[in-house]
């Protein structure tokens, strides 16, 4: 009985003489001997024939067979009809493998016993022998059936398959004239057998002027055929699996008009490559024109080009004169078919770039959008742009050497100063010169110190001088200061500008032990607690409703302030001494009550002066946290009692404090509260608490001065709510139900490295379902920040985080960024209400050109969000809101060109500025979506903090025009955002 190989190895052959040794010498180097080669001569009429007969001779392992199909398929099929082993390879006569190819592919196959096919990357071969990038679809191994219903994924001889599989399926289908292979794949991954991956290049694909493959019109067509195959039910598969019976499913991968429409990228940029045009351009129409597409249409275009143009890809930048303009053509009508010219602008950036990466830049190349140099970083001259040229790509080069490369968008001539700053910022001064002073003295820019941040060190010189700019107005500064003055126009034509700031209160004396000096400076403004608020107004109504029954004669106000309850309590008493210790408080006090003739107003310090005696009643609320300790405390009490005539009362009203119990609701102050008053007062002897009034924030407590004959009893406990509205001024002091951390514990303990910046979009009950993620409840917004709150977190803004990062100087306590994109109305309404609550404020990114209207780029996910108007913006900085730019378009930067991305960011800036009243150096990008060149134009325009796409808490190593942030989404719970933010704590 004749042997069965394990291996049968198919070779059609027509025309092959100058390949086909070359294929076959590739059999007999491979490690593994057991198998057979049936090469099919498909009416040769070179010495094809001849060569096959030498290596049927030399090696009975091959055989020959003659056919007259003149096709691939036809011939492959032949040959399928007479193999007889276990697997099948099928090796075109100009390809071959690694000499390791069988052993490795079925030691993988030996790995999976149910597989039905193992498969490999491939390389391809250029003319002049170059070698391509090694190609391998991962995703085959993953979901082959998906895969191949949507593209060929692999070449012919990357493949070994079962051949009884391959046999029952019916081989090739020989009415196809290219794709023929993609046809079976399709098939034999349609039964929803295994395949498995040898993550290696192990096949070499030979591109070659005359190949089928060139042939684009009747790939397309052919594509056509085998892709609707792939989408619907295929009755030569007898035994399909049951989930792909039916055909692929768009989901899992895009729709069929999408894979017809990548197929036809790949044959369109081929067409470019070989300088011809023959794909209408309307097949293009599914491609998708989102930005996350952007680089695997560029990829794709790339391969195709190379493909059409028989170049590797570090060639194709320097072979742009044979095809740039075609290609870049077919990328501008791509814009013209999507209706948006910016996404073919990305592709175009994208593809460059890519190119430019695999080129070494031995000489200059010019491409479309992009001019590819190298640079001597110790003698750079100046460069005048070529015309539609807006982006260098540069190596700069030290003693031939690659040092650094660098990006950059550029409005005009790159003057030789500009190379030097440039360079000056990203190649380390030493290595400039044997005397790096040299290089420095040559240039006019001014140096920045010893120690900064590499990254921020254009901060502070965003623009070069004025004179110049002037001097050269064709050079790219030259171009950035005409910008900059258009957009200063255009702001102030339009534009009205912040109000003057409020004059700033007097500020406070620092030593308190200088009291009356403290007071004074409380009292330097008029009303420093607002006194007539709803909140003090219903507190003083409980401190007149605990007033004991009776007649109460002679009664004594400390600390009575500007007047405002004397007033309300001379009425209820037959004479009234009000005091306080600051002379300005009892002018103001004395002028409010002067139509009281029962009241005698005093500078008095009862802590230090002498108390009038024998009182029916002392009133004293609000000023014993000022007293320097508990010691003090019980002092300042023994006075209060002996000032009391017997059988008199003291009420005493003072707030909760969290350093008395930081587990119940209280005022975040750094003193003791109400609750070590009332104990303190209650321990004095001669005193005994007869009365209290006590809400979630204060207590208000009435004591009686005991007389001998007085019977101590138990005192009556009321609690009642707080129905008046509290006012920002205190509540943003409180921390409701306890705190688990307080700022001044944690800014005394705890020095970090890192720092949360949380980015959040919208805060509202109601907004489209596609956009959820971007939007959280008013409601857990808002138990976000008293978690923050609550757990000793204190605001700090861009500047801020600035500061920290350029003196690399550690974090102190808890700090958070809390940034908001895009400006939305809901924000004033929601947002910043609650974080003025809990004593945080926000930094808020505005499309300024956009600016009291909607968000247009959301309309597509339902009825766009109402935006804030400058009027807004204007009261919120007033507040002590942060804004910083979000571009003036909300336009993807990586689609603008260099001219309209620097003229967002001058316009945006100077808007913001115009509106606040503030300098404004911070920006986000749109959609998070960067660039290289934007940082740098940034700078140039002013800014000195940007936020990117990177994910992530902020550190001290952190790029400043690149800072990461942490998303906070809508559909993720309470519990999600603690974890969070703690594992930022966890790492300091």
Not at 685 to 704: A, C, K, M, N, P
Request: with cysteine; aromatic share 8%.
């Amino acid at each position: 009985m004749a042997h069965n190989p394990l291996v049968s190895i198919v070779v059609p052959a027509h025309n092959a003489e100058v390949t086909l040794a070359r294929a076959l010498d590739c059999l007999l180097a491979q490690d593994i001997v057991d198998w057979e080669a049936i090469i099919v001569d498909d009416a040769s009429t070179d010495r094809t024939p001849v060569i096959t007969a030498g290596y049927v001779e030399q090696d009975s392992r091959f055989r020959t067979l003659g056919s007259c199909a003149y096709s691939p398929a036809g011939a492959r099929n032949s040959g399928i009809s007479t193999a007889r082993g276990r697997w099948l390879m099928l090796l075109d006569a100009d390809d071959w493998v690694d000499a390791s190819f069988l052993a490795k592919m079925l030691a993988a196959l030996k790995t999976a016993p149910d597989a039905v096919a193992a498969y490999c990357g491939f390389r391809r071969v250029m003319p002049d022998g170059e070698l391509a990038p090694s190609s391998i679809a991962t995703q085959v191994a993953i979901q082959p059936f998906e895969t191949f219903a949507r593209q060929c994924a692999i070449c012919t001889h990357a493949l070994l398959a079962d051949r009884e599989t391959i046999v029952e399926l019916g081989g090739f289908d020989v009415s196809l004239r290219t794709c023929e292979d993609w046809d079976l794949w399709q098939r034999l991954a349609r039964l929803g057998k295994n395949w498995v991956m040898v993550d290696e290049p192990l096949a070499f694909y030979r591109a070659s002027p005359p190949a089928l493959s060139r042939n684009s019109t009747q790939m397309l067509a052919d594509a056509e055929i085998v892709i609707a195959r792939g989408f619907s039910a295929d009755p030569r598969v007898n035994h399909p699996a049951s989930a792909h019976a039916n055909g692929a499913i768009s989901a899992k991968g895009g729709t069929a008009s999408e894979a017809l429409a990548w197929f036809a990228l790949w044959n369109a940029a081929s067409d470019c490559g070989r300088r011809s045009r023959s794909i209408d351009l309307q097949s293009l129409r599914a491609l998708p024109a989102g930005r996350k597409w952007a680089r695997q249409i560029a990829e794709v275009a790339i391969e195709g080009l190379m493909v059409g143009s028989l170049t590797v890809p570090a060639q194709l930048a320097a072979r742009w004169g044979r095809f740039g303009g075609p290609l870049t053509e077919l990328i501008i009508e791509l814009g013209k078919v999507w209706d948006n010219p910016a996404a073919a602008r990305r592709v175009q950036y994208q593809l460059e770039q890519m190119l430019l990466d695999a080129d070494d830049l031995a000489a200059s190349r010019r491409l479309t959008r992009t001019l590819g140099i190298r640079v001597d970083a110790r003698n750079p001259t100046a460069i005048e742009l070529p015309v539609g040229i807006d982006r260098i790509y540069a190596y700069l080069m030290l003693d031939g050497k690659i040092e650094a490369v660098v990006q950059f968008g550029v409005l005009g001539t790159v003057t030789r100063d500009h190379w030097v700053e440039l360079i000056q910022n990203v190649v380390p001064a030493e290595l400039l010169a044997d005397n790096p002073a040299r290089f420095a003295i040559q240039s006019t820019v001014p140096q920045e110190g010893a120690g900064a941040h590499s990254s921020n060190t254009l901060a502070g010189k965003a623009l070069l001088s004025t004179a110049e700019r002037r001097s050269d107005p064709d050079s790219h500064f030259g171009k950035l200061a005409l910008l900059a003055a258009e957009a200063r126009e255009l702001v102030r034509s339009r534009a009205e500008p912040a109000q003057p700031p409020a004059a700033p209160r007097r500020a406070r004396a620092a030593d308190r032990n200088d009291r009356t000096a403290f007071w004074n400076s409380y009292f330097a403004t008029e009303d420093p607690w607002n006194y007539g608020s709803l909140y003090e107004q219903e507190k003083y109504q409980r401190q007149l409703e605990i007033l004991p029954v009776g007649r109460i004669g002679r009664a004594l106000e400390l600390a009575c302030a500007e007047g405002h309850f004397t007033r309300q309590l001379a009425p209820r008493v037959g004479h009234l001494t009000a005091t306080d210790i600051s002379a300005i408080a009892i002018e103001r006090a004395r002028k409010r009550c002067s139509d009281q003739p029962n009241i005698e107003f005093g500078v008095l310090n009862f802590a230090a002066d002498t108390l009038p005696g024998e009182m029916d009643l002392i009133f004293c609320s609000e000023v014993l946290y000022y007293l320097d300790d508990l010691a003090e405390l019980r002092r300042i009490t023994k006075k209060f009692a002996e000032a009391l005539a017997p059988g008199g009362s003291f009420i005493s009203a003072h707030a909760f404090v969290l350093s008395d119990n930081v587990e119940r609701t209280g005022f975040d102050w750094n003193t003791f509260g109400a609750q070590a008053i009332s104990e303190t007062l209650a321990a004095t002897e001669g005193l005994v608490l007869e009365q209290s009034i006590q809400t979630e924030l204060y207590r208000i407590d009435r004591f009686l001065r005991l007389s001998r004959a007085d019977l101590v009893t138990e005192p009556a406990i009321d609690h009642v709510p707080i129905r008046a509205p509290i006012d920002i001024g205190v509540a943003r002091n409180i921390i409701w139900g306890g705190a688990r951390a307080l700022r001044r514990d944690v800014a005394r303990n705890e020095r970090r490295q890192r720092v949360p910046v949380l980015m959040y979009h919208s805060v509202s009950d109601d907004g489209p379902a596609a956009l959820a993620r971007f939007r959280l409840t008013p409601v857990a917004f808002a138990s976000q920040m008293a978690w923050l709150r609550a757990n000793g977190f204190h605001a700090i803004n861009s500047e801020q985080l600035e500061g920290c990062i350029a003196n690399r100087q550690p974090f102190v306590g808890r700090p958070v960024l809390i940034t908001f994109d895009d400006g939305f109305q809901n924000f004033a309404d929601h947002a910043w209400p609650t974080l003025r609550a809990n004593d945080l404020t926000a930094e808020v990114f505005l499309v300024t050109d956009l600016v009291g209207k909607s968000a247009q780029w959301d309309a597509h996910s339902g009825p766009p969000t109402q935006l804030m108007d400058a009027g807004t913006v204007r009261r919120l900085a007033g507040e002590g809101a942060f804004f910083g730019s979000h571009m003036a378009t909300h336009r993807a930067i990586d689609g603008l060109s260099s001219s309209d991305l620097a003229a967002e960011l001058l316009r945006s800036r100077m808007f913001i500025e115009r509106w606040t009243g503030r300098p404004t150096t911070a920006f986000t990008a749109p959609f998070s979506v960067t660039d290289r060149r934007l940082g740098r134009l940034a700078r140039e325009c002013g800014y000195r903090i940007g936020f990117g796409a990177r994910h992530g808490p902020a550190d001290l190593d952190c790029d400043l025009i690149d800072l990461p942030r942490i998303e906070i989404r809508g559909d993720r719970s309470l519990d999600d955002f603690v974890a969070t933010v703690e594992a930022v704590l966890k790492e300091r």
